[in-house]
């Protein structure tokens, strides 16, 4: 999938705005592929897949396109 993050917290996680949903997707420093937390950005493009976690749906295998 693709999106857009949007927001990135000093805790180590963010959500990402996905094209064509309503709900942002929640996503964690570890979850993220090739990119360091300090390099990635609010309006970076991304790619994920969505995983499934005990507080519902997640971005993991967050990369920057």
């Given at each position: 999938?693709?999106?857009?993050?949007?927001?990135?917290?000093?805790?180590?996680?963010?959500?990402?705005?996905?094209?064509g949903?309503?709900?942002?997707?929640?996503?964690?420093?570890?979850?993220?592929?090739?990119?360091?937390?300090?390099?990635?950005?609010?309006?970076?493009?991304?790619?994920?897949?969505?995983?499934?976690?005990?507080?519902?749906?997640?971005?993991?295998?967050?990369?920057?396109v």
């Open positions: 999938m693709n999106g857009t993050i949007k927001v990135k917290t000093e805790k180590g996680f963010g959500f990402i705005s996905r094209d949903e309503d709900k942002d997707l929640f996503f964690h420093t570890k979850d993220l592929v090739d990119v360091t937390w300090d390099d990635i950005q609010v309006g970076d493009q991304v790619t994920f897949e969505i995983g499934s976690g005990e507080k519902g749906p997640f971005a993991k295998n967050v990369k920057r």
